[in-house]
């Protein structure tokens, strides 16, 4: 059975050089494949794309530490899905309540873009978390990257499940909706807003509790 996660997993020679030079350059970073984080038993995990190279890749912990975390802890909590607004280091004390965040590639690439040799050797792992967790009844992808490396996890073809931001899917009993990464360029440059983010978690809410 595949494993949900590797800590020394360096089956992508690029990703594995990229962290082994980011140790040298960053000794105070983990610099390690990152683990999912939340809930072990949630109803909704949340897909995101990569770790940041300062973010998640520097404190070990899914958005943790960089701007895209903020939007989406201050939205986790505003929904009462967590109990702090913020994410700035693994013992902060945040607890998440029925969610799970992981990513689809679980190294940090260079530039933030993973290859698709990359993301199809990393999505092994991926599935076998979805498969792990039967409690799961909504997966939020954010970005069209971690959509797709859902559709892969669930051996689906990309062209049947259009990614958009707020588009819902049905798949083996599981409701997938997308939304628009909560990068710091999709935030500041108004494609994606609070209220828009806000918007989908709620109706991912919503589809959680039917």
Same mark, same amino acid.
């Given at each position: ?58 404190? *070990? =912990?899914? !958005?943790?530490?960089?701007?895209? #975390? ?7 909590? @505003? +929904?009462? &899905? ?72 669930? *051996? =689906?073809? !990309?062209?049947?499940?259009?990614? #958009? ?7 083996? @009993? +599981?409701? &997938? ?34």
């Amino acid at each position: 059975m595949t494993r949900i996660y590797d800590r020394n997993c360096t089956a992508c020679p690029r990703l594995a050089a990229f962290l082994e030079d980011s140790r040298r350059r960053f000794p105070d970073h983990v610099c390690r494949p990152v683990p999912s984080f939340g809930d072990d038993s949630p109803w909704l995990l949340i897909a995101g794309l990569a770790p940041g190279l300062h973010g998640a890749n520097r404190t *070990g =912990r899914p !958005f943790t530490g960089d701007h895209a #975390g903020v939007l989406l802890y201050e939205t986790l909590f @505003g +929904l009462g &899905l967590s109990n702090q607004s913020n994410g700035s280091s693994p013992d902060d004390g945040l607890v998440l309540h029925g969610v799970r965040i992981t990513n689809a590639v679980k190294c940090v690439p260079p530039e933030n873009k993973p290859e698709p040799a990359e993301i199809r050797q990393c999505n092994a792992f991926l599935a076998a978390e979805v498969a792990a967790l039967p409690s799961v009844k909504v997966i939020l992808a954010l970005g069209r990257i971690a959509h797709d490396a859902v559709l892969m996890a669930r *051996g =689906r073809k !990309f062209g049947a499940f259009a990614f #958009g931001h707020g588009a819902e899917h049905l798949i083996d @009993g +599981l409701h &997938l909706i997308d939304s628009y990464h909560c990068s710091r360029y999709n935030t500041q440059t108004r494609r994606l807003t609070p209220e828009m983010f806000r918007a989908v978690m709620s109706r991912a809410v919503e589809l959680g509790h039917v």
